[in-house]
């Protein structure tokens, strides 16, 4: 009775430490494209990703955010950013994208890697796509922070199902 | 080399025509835990869950929406709604949302579930609410309609890879 979805959806963690090891090419791709196929409104794809494995140009995300000692020590960031230009909805546009990143974590966690979706980082969009040379039909929506994991945050906590549920019938 | 989890982000689809079967209460509730086990920011949970199986009061939904063949079609529907008091950031809000919805999809499709999320519906946000009780405290942010599939959508695209990487270095 196993279902390797469901227990892949329970057991992902942020992991905020990270061993030494590289990430391969080949499972920051499956990651992408893991975010790629998460469902969109009118299926306009409004994701738009950037790989940052160089360790000079990821060390000036440092500075940027209050998680630099994530980003210390991340191997490779994912910066995810919306097209303004391909948006038809924001609420349903920033859903999509949320699907997205929820995607490309599920898929880091059933490579083996850790991740963690960073969110205050979005204040420095503008310091960011400066960095990596993007304009401002670009916005950052998250940076994905990956690595092997050294250690696992084992615990999360979730409210009880029975406050969630506000009708049945 | 098989990995379950990428092939339920890949294979999985819209499913808009259903089978008569009922669905099993336990699959519902499996389907809204891993809604809830979702990231949001500052782990806000902001998601809250409406389910409607009652024939009489699904059939009320048909005229809130173009796609009321599907609602006709589907055996349950999961109203998903926004808490507006536990929100923090409008955007990551939503795309905590988002990771939600993406999270009951592929929970659906590995429990055999067809479904599919409809969005056209939030402009009915007042009206739904209102058949379920529920006061301007929440705010509909997707219906997912459920059932176990007649027949898969089995057609969908993707932008190239290419396109959608913005930077890489």
């Not at 499972?27 to 950037?50: D, H, T, V, Y």
């Not at 966690?109 to 993007?134: N, P, Y």
Request: net charge positive; charged share 30%.
């Amino acid at each position: 009775m196993e279902n390797p979805v469901l227990s892949a959806i329970y057991s992902r963690r942020s992991v905020r430490q990270y061993a030494q090891d590289p990430i391969e090419d080949a499972k920051i791709k499956e990651i992408i494209k893991a975010g790629m196929w998460a469902p969109s409104g009118l299926n306009n794809q409004p994701w738009r990703f950037a790989i940052v494995k160089d360790p000079e140009l990821k060390k000036k995300f440092e500075p940027l955010t209050k998680y630099s000692r994530v980003i210390k020590g991340a191997k490779v960031l994912l910066p995810v950013f919306i097209d303004k230009n391909a948006m038809y909805h924001p609420v349903k546009d920033h859903q999509a994208i949320g699907a997205c990143i929820e995607n490309m974590l599920l898929a880091a966690h059933s490579l083996g890697l850790g991740a963690v979706w960073l969110g205050e980082i979005l204040k420095s969009d503008k310091e960011i796509r400066k960095l990596l040379g993007l304009g401002d039909d670009l916005e950052l929506m998250a940076v994905v922070a990956l690595g092997y994991p050294a250690s696992r945050d084992q615990k999360s906590r979730r409210k009880d199902m029975k406050e969630l549920i506000v009708f049945e019938g």
